[in-house]
Each structure stands twice: as C-alpha cells, then as structure tokens.
C-alpha cells in the first residue's frame, strides 16, 4: 500500500526542463488564458493546443472528406459510428486514463513503472471486451435489429476498435505525465496517415464510412504500435500488481465510470434520435453542424487536456485552497477561448457549414450557434467536474449527469421529434446547461467542506 503515498520523487514521468512555474507567460491572449491556470507555463500550454489542433484538423477534414465525398446519408452513418467510438473511449478514460491521471503524481519511479503497466494490460483486456461487445451488435445488425445500413460500419469498427483505443490511451499517458511534445508527434503522425489514406480512397470514389474507419484504425494502429515500442521502459509488469490495481481503479473510476456514461449518453443520443425519427440524412445535417462547432476544439479540448492533470497535480500538492483557484482559473479559461468562437458561430456558422461539406447541408446556421453556445457551458461544466474527481467526489459528478441523461430522455427526445435538428440541439443546451448549475453548487459545498 506505501506505493500510493506521496514520495519526494512522485511524478517520474519525464516533464519540461523547466519547472512549469517558473516561466513568465508571454504577453498575448492565450497565454493569459493559460495564465489563469496557476502555475500553467505558456510554452507546455501552446504545445497541448497544438497536439489537440492536429488530432481536431484530423477529425474535422475526415468529415469534410466523407460528407464531400459520400453524401449526407454516409455521413450520418459515420456520425452514428463515431457516436460509439466516444461512448468505447469514456469507458476507456473513466476506468483507467483518469485514475492513472490523478494517481501516477503520487507514485515513485518504480511504482509509476509497474502501475503503467498494470494499465497496459487493463487497456489490453477492455480493448478485447469492446469487440466483442461490437460483435454482438453487428450481430443483432445482421439479424434485423436496429438501422441494417449501419451493420458495415459495425463490423470494420470490430477489426479497428482496439487500435483507436491504444492511440487513445498513449495519448492520455502522455497528457497525465506533461510530456505534450510526444502527444503532439503522434497526433501528427495519426493525421499524416489517416488523411492521405482517406483522400486516396475519395480520389479512386472507393470511400464510405465503413472504409473511413478501416482507414482511421490503420493509422492509429501503426502509430500506437510504434509508440508502444519506443515507451517499452516506461512498462514494468506484476501480475499480481495487475489485479491490485485494477481493483484500486475500479473503488476509485467507479463512479467516474458511471458519470462518464450518463455524459457521454446525453450528449451522443441525439444522432440516434435523429436517425429513428428522420433517417441518416437529417443525422449528417447534425454531424456537419457538430463539425463547424469542433472548430474550436483545438483550443477547447487542449486547455482541457492540460486542465485535467493541473487540477490532479493542485490538489496532491498544496490540497482545497490551491484546488478551488485553479477550478475557478479553468472556468476564466474556457470563457476566454470559447466566447469568441461563439460570436463567430452566431454570425458566421451558416456560410461555414456550406463552405465545409456543401449547398446540401445549407440553412443550418442556428443550429452552428445553438451547439457553439453548448460547447462554452461544457467548459463550465468540465472545470467544476475535474473538481470533483480529484476530490473523489465521483459520485456526486455522476448526478449532475443523471439530471443531463433525465432530459435528454424527456425534453430531448420530444424536442427532437418535434422540431428535428434544431430542437435536438435546444434540447442538448438546456442539458447541458442545468447539469452545469448542478456541477457548480456540489463543488462549491464540497470544497467548502474540505477547506474546514
């Protein structure tokens, strides 16, 4: 047990050369906002946005290539299956990036090493249990359950699954120990491969969803492999350390688990609707409109993958008081690099839309800003969840998401039957929005409680 207490030596994992407090930030507007993150240095943080730039340029010119070249009815079938990418990838991050994530600063150098590797194998084993969850569904596909036209897509995520979960969890490794510069060169490698394999198949007019993802997992599996390599002394392995540490996982990501399911259900159910009530094609609409909106996620997605670990390394080191300014330095950041993505969605997002995927998906421009306003009140919600985690308070996280997954069941589903793309996104707002509210007063009561 002596391995879990904090150590002179507790985060091995090798970080900037600079101790990150210690860089004075340059004077422009993004590194003040990483300046409202105590003790973020400008330097690691540009590199965080930057890694998060090229894995969001991937996924937004992979839409652009599958929604030009296919058609809105493949693209509403690449939709549905990324919808089940991000569900496998939150069970994934729930029960094993987030407990390493907050767990490996406390740790020794060869406590780190054999808990990497009891992560390893972890991965490697719920890698093998999304299979052949996916197998059973493109089964009940194949026996006239559920939409026939998706059963292609289901089966190439079977062969490619456990790749794009290993990028994933190399990229989280990477992000928990601040080595950000190895995160960024595997997002560029994923992104050389993944993009010049999509546009050779759009260019013979060989492309569909199913061969899209053949694609994705073909680059992520090659990178993730080689990354794998390359990190081998990082690895050390117990088996008996295995099973301690993944019940260690489990008391700890439990409720993380359950919170990121009722999250990721709220927010990844609208495609189905759309799919059931209108078919796959008004289901493109919304992944071309969830596509302009990702746009932002480079900064978005970057302050968050840099926040996650500050919030874990503010707690371990200095406890509530240091964990609270850093909460509320996150909700000052999300503000700043998302308020302006929205006024330019507000005013631009209908054109934009237009100029990405074609005239097809035109007249979408409320549906842009509705999903834009959505992504600044998830930063909201973002800050005062990692809050809560660090704290162990899982539990209380996972309500807040109940109430998002309660109206998404009631509001959602009869907005969306009612009013269609517009309504399902009103609808995923107003969530989003009292989950928000929710997250605020339990982390407020909670670190009020702690600072007694």
């Not at 490698?189 to 007019?205: E, I, N, P, R, T």
Request: proline share 3%; with cysteine; glycine share 10%.
């Amino acid at each position: 047990m002596k391995r879990w207490e904090n150590s002179s030596d507790c985060n091995p994992i090798e970080t900037a050369t600079e101790d990150i407090a210690t860089v004075p930030p340059p004077k422009s507007w993004l590194s003040i906002t990483f300046a409202l993150l105590p003790g973020g240095a400008a330097r690691i943080g540009i590199i965080t946005i930057s890694s998060q730039a090229v894995n969001s340029a991937t996924n937004f010119l992979t839409g652009v290539i599958i929604g030009r070249a296919c058609g809105k009815e493949q693209f509403g079938l690449y939709m549905l299956g990324f919808s089940i990418v991000l569900f496998v990838m939150n069970v994934q991050n729930s029960l094993i990036s987030t407990p390493y994530m907050v767990y490996s600063p406390r740790l020794s150098a060869s406590g780190h090493t054999r808990y990497a590797g009891s992560t390893l194998i972890n991965q490697l084993g719920l890698s093998a249990l999304a299979m052949l969850g996916l197998a059973l569904g493109g089964g009940l596909i194949s026996l006239g359950i559920g939409p026939q036209e998706l059963e292609p897509v289901m089966w190439a995520l079977v062969t490619v699954i456990a790749f794009i979960m290993l990028r994933e969890y190399a990229r989280r490794v990477c992000f928990a120990g601040l080595r950000m510069a190895t995160a960024l060169l595997v997002d560029m490698c994923v992104a050389v491969v993944q993009v010049s394999g999509l546009l050779l198949l759009a260019y013979l007019d060989d492309l569909s969803a199913s061969r899209a993802y053949c694609v994705i997992g073909t680059a992520c599996g090659l990178v993730a492999l080689g990354w794998l390599i390359w990190s081998c002394r990082d690895f050390a392995f117990s088996l008996d350390q295995v099973t301690l540490d993944l019940a260690r996982n489990w008391s700890f990501g439990k409720w993380i688990f359950a919170s990121a399911m009722t999250w990721v259900m709220s927010a990844n159910l609208y495609p189905w609707f759309l799919t059931t009530f209108y078919g796959t094609a008004e289901t493109g609409i919304w992944a071309a409109c969830i596509g302009i909106v990702a746009l932002a996620n480079p900064v978005f997605l970057g302050v968050g993958n840099l926040f996650g670990p500050k919030t874990a390394h503010a707690f371990a080191a200095e406890g509530p008081g240091k964990l609270r300014r850093t909460v509320i330095g996150g909700v000052g950041a999300f503000g700043l690099v998302i308020g302006p993505f929205c006024i330019l969605a507000i005013l631009f997002g209908g054109p934009l839309v237009v100029l990405a995927y074609g005239n097809e998906f035109a007249d979408n421009g409320v549906v842009v800003s509705i999903l834009a306003l959505n992504l600044l009140v998830s930063g909201v919600a973002f800050a005062f969840s990692s809050g809560l985690i660090v704290m162990e308070r899982a539990k209380l996280d996972f309500m807040s998401n109940l109430l998002a997954l309660a109206l998404t069941f009631t509001v959602g589903l009869w907005f969306t039957k009612s009013f269609g793309v517009a309504g399902a996104a009103i609808a995923f707002l107003a969530a989003t929005g009292a989950s928000s509210v929710a997250k605020y007063l339990l982390f407020n009561r909670e670190i009020n409680a702690h600072s007694r």
